[in-house]
Each structure stands twice: as C-alpha cells, then as structure tokens.
C-alpha cells in the first residue's frame, strides 16, 4: 500500500486547511485510516482515525471540535479538515494506514500498517 498526502501549506492562526491522502495498491483489506503529527523535538501524536467500513471516528482531545476526519471510500482517500488553526499545531502531518491485524486501538502508533511520507503544515501568529 502506498500513501499519498497532500494539502499542507502555511497558514495565519484561526485559518483552515485541508488534508487529502490517497491510498493505493493492496488496498481491499482497508481496516482504518488516520492522521499523527510529529513537531520538531516532539514525538509522534494521534490526530484522529476513521473505521473504515463503519464510518466511526476518532479525535484526538488538542483537536476535537476543530478538526474533522472524513473518508471517499470509493477513491481510497482520507481527509483532514482543519479549522481554527493554531501555533501548536505545526508539525509534519502523516497519513497512516492500518489493516487491523495488531490488536491496537487506533489512537496508538502501533495500530497501523503503512506511513505516507508527510506533508507540513504550518501556522504562523
């Protein structure tokens, strides 16, 4: 499975982005996606995750309320809407992938199978 991200960019506090990440290859066994950020110095942070055929989601609490996890399960594509965007929340955004076979909960870097290389999000005061 290969892991395509998109949509970071620089951003003034209180402003939106959008984050795409496609997935392609083996993906018939698709179980979850989600979202981690890594800032510089800091390690790696669940953002959120969406169950794949039912649709549940997961927020981290830093986010809740202001970001949102979405998925087109016909283009084997997850989104992360971003809104009142703030200094803290600059980072490398990656894009991960989970076939389900870890007995992990989503919220953890162990849950998942495949990383996208990270697209860098930055928002300024």
């Known amino acids: 499975v290969q892991l395509q991200a998109s949509g970071g960019g620089l951003v003034q506090a209180g402003g939106s982005l959008r984050l795409s990440c496609a997935a392609s290859?083996?993906?018939?066994?698709?179980?979850?996606m989600g979202w981690f950020r890594q800032a510089p110095g800091k390690e790696r942070e669940f953002v959120a995750a969406?169950?794949?055929?039912?649709?549940?989601?997961w927020h981290a609490d830093s986010v809740r309320g202001r970001f949102n996890i979405s998925r087109d399960v016909a283009e084997n594509t997850v989104y992360l809407q971003m809104n009142s965007l703030k200094p803290e929340d600059t980072a490398v955004y990656l894009c991960?992938?989970?076939?389900?076979?870890?007995?992990?909960?989503?919220?953890?870097?162990?849950?998942?199978?495949?990383w996208g290389q990270g697209t860098q999000v930055t928002v300024s005061s």
């Open positions: 969406m169950d794949w055929r039912g649709g549940s989601t």
């Open positions: 991960t992938y989970s076939l389900g076979n870890n007995q992990a909960v989503l919220t953890t870097v162990r849950a998942y199978d495949y």
């Open positions: 290859g083996r993906t018939v066994g698709t179980y979850a």
